[in-house]
């Protein structure tokens, strides 16, 4: 006996399996072909049982998975590859098909689809040729980033989250492990390696277990220094997620050392990060500059140097420096990467708007099984969540809420406090609602910026 759960997969799948079906024989065959309509009648059966119990069925396109709730649905490449990539070159993420939508409106999306990304692209993109053929009940999405400029007074924390910061003397601790590399770097002299480790030691002793790193992050951005807070950016949440992947304290501690020290060529070269391009020769020297320099040191872990040299090697090594034979790069190289890689997606710069945290999950998505390893990358949304404490989120029935815990099993489902009702009504008092613990056919819909939505935080403070 099937649970609900498994039956509603189960439809999912038989939509998906036969709308791929109808796209590939649609290529092979004039329109209303019966090879055509037998697969869309199957695809409109499965919806049709999937919309008897809900309104509406959104689903996420995340790289080749596509995503229903908080779970992929189980190898989706295998019977549906074909109709994925179609919507993933249309610049789809998310596809919701509304009470109603029928065998036509899934015949008009199957007939379009045949049309390439670029002539779909000059008739103003998939949602709006849908509309012009009329199809309201089928809604495509792509999920904007929209500029969002944080500040310390921008970052809206709700008083249910309990936050704290990294206390100044870790701060001044991180400042003067900093100023000892940079000024040993200015001096050409070996790097000295124990001020970075005992900041990184007090930073094990600070972090709040249990506690999310970005919101300590969040804490974080008064600090002017760009490198500064980088590297406790980094470090803080190479930490973190040492300790979630259940690594000894020595382990943390070392993995923690090697990612404050690993832009140290990029450091040496004294320019503003910011304003390399990353395609730049110059830039693309720095592991090895960094790596040389580490070799210099004073006792410093071979951790540190590997890391320093591969962490833009990425997973698949199309990255760079480029090692002729190597097979494999280092697993913590590809952890200090990835979290590089995110923090670079969160603070933004000059010419970038800094990404909110679901943003740069998804941006990073794209790039698990390429860049990183797809494990490596679900360990660690599971560590910051996807949405971060303070984002207010709107869910699929209309209510809006503010994240206040992210549930590392449910990295789309976190604790929420409702704040506005379907039908508009504000509460005056926040209702508790723990996703993972609700119907599956709750879902977030996206995040939002309140602003957009009048919503006075100062009210949930
Ligand atoms: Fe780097």
Redo the contacts with the bound molecule.
Sequence with gaps: MLSAYESVLRSIEELLRSLNGALRVAQLYPRGHSAITSSLEKAANALKILLETRDRLTLGILENEVIFGDRAVYQTTHFAGYLVQVLRDNGVDRVTFLTGCNQSDLGELVDLLQKDVESIHEIGGIQHALHARGIRRIVMERLTTPPLTRKTEDIFLPEQIKAAPLPDSLIVQAQSGLEDVVGSLNKRKPIPVDPARAYVYELTQTLVEGQSPLLTLALLESHEDGWLKRLVKVSTLAVAFARQLGLSQSEVEALGTSAFL??I??LSMGVDIQDLPYEDEAFQT??IEGAKILLSGKEVDRLSVIVAFE??MWHDLSGFPKVVGKKKIHPVAELVGLI?TFVDLISGGPDRPSHRSDQAILEISRYAGKRFDPRLFTRFVAMTGVFSPGTFVRLNDGRIGIVIQTNPAHVLRPQLRIIRLSDGTILETPEFLDLSREPVSIVILDAINPSDHGIDTSQYR
């Design positions: 690993y832009d060529g990029l720095h592991p962490h833009h590089d």
